[in-house]
Each structure stands twice: as C-alpha cells, then as structure tokens.
C-alpha cells in the first residue's frame, strides 16, 4: 500500500496517524446512534455473546463488513482479558488508523492530480483544520468508512481524462480500486451513485479501443464479483446463514419506501444545510473557490476540477431525490470539497484582498478550534458520560443474586450500549425505549400514524406510564382508578422499576411529581447541551435511585 514510500511522506503519514488517533481518543461527546448501534454493538455482540441488536441487524438489512474490522480488537480484548480501557479505546485507534490512511491517500490523491505538492499540502492542511472532520471523521460511522474508501479507490483510478489505450492503462491499480470500491459500496450500497459515474467515464474514455472496453468489463464484473464473496462470506459469519442485506436494503428503502420514517427532508436540505455544516469555516473559501476555479488554473486543472464538479452535482442532485436525509450521507464528497477550499485560499492570498484574507485565516482558524473543542468535549458528552458512571456504581455495589436494572426513559438510543457499559447480563439488566419502524406496514397513510414506543411515551407521558408500569405510590393507585385502568398491565412494552432510571431534563418536573412519595430520590445529575436539535435531549441528565 505504501510501496515507494519517500521519507516525507513518512513524516506526513506518521503525523496523521499520531493525530487521528489522537483525535478519536479525545471524543467525549455524542453525534449520532449509527456510531455505536451499528458499528460496534454488532461486532461486541459477537464477540462477547450479549448486548442488543436493532432491528437492521434482526431483518438483515446491513452488512457485517464495516462492523467486522473491530471484531479482531474485541477479540484481542476478550483472549488477553484486556482492560475496561481497551474495550472502550481500541476500536476508537482502529477508526483513528484508519482516518490516517485515508487522509494520506487524500495527499497522494492530489498530489497525482495535480502535479503540485505544496496545493497537496495545503489541501491536507486544510483537513486536519477542518473542525467538521474532527469531530466526525474518527467517530466510527461508515459513512467515516465510505469516505476513507472513496478517496483511496480514487486515487488507484485510472486518472487523467484523454481517451485511454491498452498501453496506458495499469489494471493492477485498476484492480485495487475496484476491490476497495466494491467494499464500500457494500458497507454503504448508495456509494453506488459515485461509482456508477466513474465507471460511465471510464468505459467513454476507452470508446476508441473495443478491447481496452471488455478489459474494463471483465475486471469490473471480476472483482465485483470478488467483493461480493468476501461481502457474502463476512455476512455468513454474522448472521449464520447466507443473505443479502443489500436486497433488504433496497426493498426496505426503496420498494416499501419506509425510510421516510425516520424522517424526511425538503430537497434542499443538503445545499442550505448539509454543505454548510460539514464545510463550517471552509466555506467562506470553499465558495471562492468554487466561483474563480477558471481563472489562473491550467486548461487540464480546470478540466479536472470541472469533472469533479460535475461529479459531485449528480451525487447531491441524487441523494436529494432520497426522502430521509442526513449530514453524513455526503460526507464522501468532504475531501473533494476541500480541493475547491484550498483554490479559493489560493486565489484569495493572491488577489487584492491578500491583507484581509491572512487576517481572516488565523481568525477562522481560532474559530476552528473552538468548535472543535465545543464539539467534542462539552455538548452532549452527559450521554457519554453517564455509561462509564452507572458501570462504575453497578460494579461496585455489584448484588451476588441479581443484576443492577437501569432504565432509560428517554429518546430511543440517546446512548451507546454496551459497547461502552460492557457489563454482562448477570450484571446489569438495561432497557430503553425502542423505535422499531412498522416493517408489517407499505401504506404511506397507515405508516404516517403509526406510533413506537418512544412516540407513545411522549405523546401521553401519564397513559403510557400506567400502562406499563407497576403503580408504586398512593398518587398512581388514586390516578389509575380514576382513570377506570385494569388492575393487569395493558401497555404493549410493559417494564419493571429499574434500581436506576434516567429522563432528560425536559421531563423532570413531571418525573419529579410520578415519583413523589416513592422509594426513588435523586441520585446524580449530569451536563448534556445547551441546545439540541430535538429539545426532548435539551438540558442535563437526571438519574433517580431506588432506595430499598
């Protein structure tokens, strides 16, 4: 992989390896449930025998390629009896290595491209400053995954853009960027939109040469194939019988359309939202250099960078025809971003505005590193934080009969699992509110008004509670037969009082009166946000105890 390697390149490669390991061990804080519910409680549960499974992984709808690479580091963990530390730490350095060499193909990407070290430089520069990609990149997401895939698969392309011969095409590089691209497309299949215009281009560039076109066929169908016994034999190991999670992908996403439970976007949420957060302080230059790339650029850069440009249009007009829209879906498209970035700081040292730009570059930078920090250290780290505090009280008041019962009375998957409590069943008892889509349901109508768990809580905090829960006061006794509710529990997620229960701060004063007269007090209470998108998660932590 790093055949040839000059000592430069070894200083720049060490470097972004000692950083972005660096970085995925500082991430105190929570971005998304993907992170943790999809990659590492997959390959935990294999290894370790418990934890919990959402229903992608019960209907087969995902792949067990990304998740697999951290089976080796459970592994490791459970042969050696490793440390608490390691089972929280040890995929977080994979991920970082990982970064690492995406990054460094990033440079050699450019490099290649360009023909130019120092604009490589600058473009890499600008990756490690990127406050987005530090908060995100070594988070372990696949789209994390995609993006390291996407630009080394890029740089094993068949570069340039004149029309190819046998004699110049290298299909030992052809070869290794098929194989990687197949891997990304089954660990996330929509990379599919990005390689589907490669390969277009490729096959018009060998229009002139009929044979240069069935090599590109063959070795394509060769190696997809290739992928997809790996793909095949990895899924095997999981699931324990031979599936493909790719047609329950597309049917789920596509045929039944049930996507859009998860929520649905206008069409512009990527140009007026997506772009402007994954980009955040690059985007200042990002837009310059995205107006002034034609000018004092050579016709084959400008070329290139039109190409590219075309490249990334047709994968945003695309993912915004798909209802449910995320900022990491075009996180693939960051480090082609960051090569308009890096022309627009060029282009703006070099214009009449050259004082106010490199008064503006350290500001932004400064600015960078403040959002970072927020980011990764301050908000939502409560969700974080609270796993390693109820591990820790469980351990140690640790019952020889029964597990510790925690409950979580909040959004579905407000916290990593048990990826991060790492406590066996005999240990702890840990439930949470589910989300589970209505996989029995096509209907657009029907599917608008269906309800899960979560929605029924917060929907009617006093029915579900009554419902579901024992009554274990005067006050909820009195409410139930005011409310004519059977004595049996007729709620359809009936639960148990854990010794442990924990709500979000915008329930507490309605908690604190459930509770009134209760066995339960107020045992700890921890700092989430200031702000948040979804304001059930707005404000602290609050862990109530049972006293017995």
Known sequence: MFHGIRIGDFVIFSFLVCFRVWNALSIKTFFQADEYWQ???????????????????????????????????????????????????????LQGFMCAIGEYYLFKLTQKLFKDVNFAKLILILSVLSPFNYYCYTRTFSNSFETVLTVIAMYYWPSGLTFLSVKEFNIGQFISALLVAGISFFSRPTSAVLWSYMGSILLYRSIYSFKLAGIICITAFGCMLVATILNTIMDYVFFNQICFPLFNFVQFNFVKGLASFYGASNWMFYIVQGIPIIMLTNLPFFIIGLATYKTKTTHRNVQILNHLLIMGGIYLLIFSCIVHKELRFIYPLKPFMLIFTALGVQHSLNSKFERTTKIVIPLLIALSAFLAYYFTQIHESGVIEITELLRNAILTNKSLHNPTSVGFLTPCHSTPFQSHF???????????????????????????????????????????????????????????????????????????????????????????????????????????????????????????????
């Open 422 to 548: 790492h406590l066996s069943p005999k240990e702890a008892d840990i439930w949470f509110l589910t989300c589970e889509p209505p996989l029995h349901l096509s209907d657009t109508v029907l599917l608008a008004h269906y309800r899960d768990e979560s929605d029924e809580f917060y929907d009617d905090f006093e029915k579900f509670m009554l419902e579901n829960f024992d009554p274990i006061s005067d006050y909820h006794n009195k409410l139930s037969q005011a409310k004519n509710s059977p004595e049996n529990l007729t709620g359809n997620y009936p639960h148990q009082w854990p010794d442990y229960l924990v709500i979000f701060e915008h329930l507490e004063a309605t908690m604190d009166t459930w509770l009134a007269d209760t066995a339960y007090t107020k045992w700890n209470r921890l700092f989430n946000s200031r702000f948040h998108w979804d304001h059930r998660r707005t404000g602290d932590l609050i862990i109530y105890k049972q006293n017995t």
């Open 39 to 93: 990659t590492l409680e997959p390959a935990h549960w294999l290894v370790f025998g418990y934890g919990y499974l959402t229903w992608e992984w019960t209907i087969q709808l995902r792949s067990f390629v990304y998740p697999s690479l951290f089976v080796p580091v459970y592994w490791l963990c459970d042969h050696y009896d490793a440390s608490y530390w390691w089972i929280l730490n040890g995929p977080k350095i």
